[in-house]
């Protein structure tokens, strides 16, 4: 049940952010019926077991994206409150569901390796991808960076990982995260479905999130920044 549950989501959401790059009121109302149903599920499960787990943390996404289109604001600020409720909804779960998301000290002599490993996939990813640079995500990338790492990695995939197994822990995470970039492209989606498999193999072999949150800042810091400074 658990592995139908997170396959079902993630392919609706890699749907759903494919269509609304026709037509973003169409995928609103994709994702209000995707909270209902997820909410009726809720109701159906007897306490909060691995599976209504899966499905509280999976309404975040919906939750942010829909926010993030009816948020009559600049682009910068729909940047900094969509992440900030992620960042925050990801600390509560990880405190809420007991998630132990590892030390920040182990494999920290690991420092060095990961951001040259990150700045030779930002700087492959650049080159082959293509695309221009934006320097209004300077200020906001380390929100940005933080609040996807500790979700998806230290909520969502160790979620997973504990209901579905690793294999799972990495894919399902990367689907959503790659879906969800779609709107830059399918190109740059595509890259960083492999950049989060990475991240995600990083952190399960390390157990220390600031690692992945590192190769995150330093890949998406090549790929989105520094492009536009020359």
């Not at 975040?60 to 600020?77: C, E, K, N, Q, T």
């Not at 409720?85 to 000290?105: M, Q």
């Not at 995600?200 to 949150?213: E, P, R, V």
């Amino acid at each position: 049940m658990e592995k139908v549950i997170v396959w079902v989501f993630a392919l609706f959401v890699l749907l759903n952010e494919f269509l609304m790059g026709f037509n973003a009121k169409i995928g609103a109302i994709m994702y209000f019926v995707l909270m209902s149903v997820s909410l009726i599920l809720l109701s159906r499960q007897n306490g909060l077991d691995n599976i209504s787990q899966m499905i509280i943390v999976f309404l975040v996404v919906p939750l942010v994206r829909i926010a993030g289109l009816f948020m009559d604001i600049s682009y910068v600020w729909k940047i900094v409150l969509g992440y900030g409720i992620l960042l925050f909804l990801g600390v509560y779960y990880l405190r809420e569901f007991d998630i132990d998301i590892g030390s920040v000290r182990e494999y920290i002599w690991m420092m060095p390796l990961v951001v040259c490993a990150g700045a030779l996939v930002g700087f492959l990813g650049n080159v082959g991808v293509g695309i221009g640079g934006d320097l209004v995500l300077i200020a906001a990338l380390p929100l940005v960076v933080f609040s996807e790492e500790i979700f998806f990695r230290g909520v969502m995939q160790n979620l997973i990982e504990k209901s579905c197994g690793l294999v799972y822990s990495l894919i399902v995470p990367a689907v959503i995260y790659s879906a969800l970039s779609f709107h830059l492209g399918i190109g740059l989606a595509v890259f960083f479905f492999f950049v989060s498999l990475f991240s995600g193999f990083l952190y399960l072999s390390t157990k220390n999130i600031f690692l992945s949150i590192t190769f995150n800042f330093v890949v998406s810091a090549f790929v989105l920044i520094i492009p536009s400074l020359y």
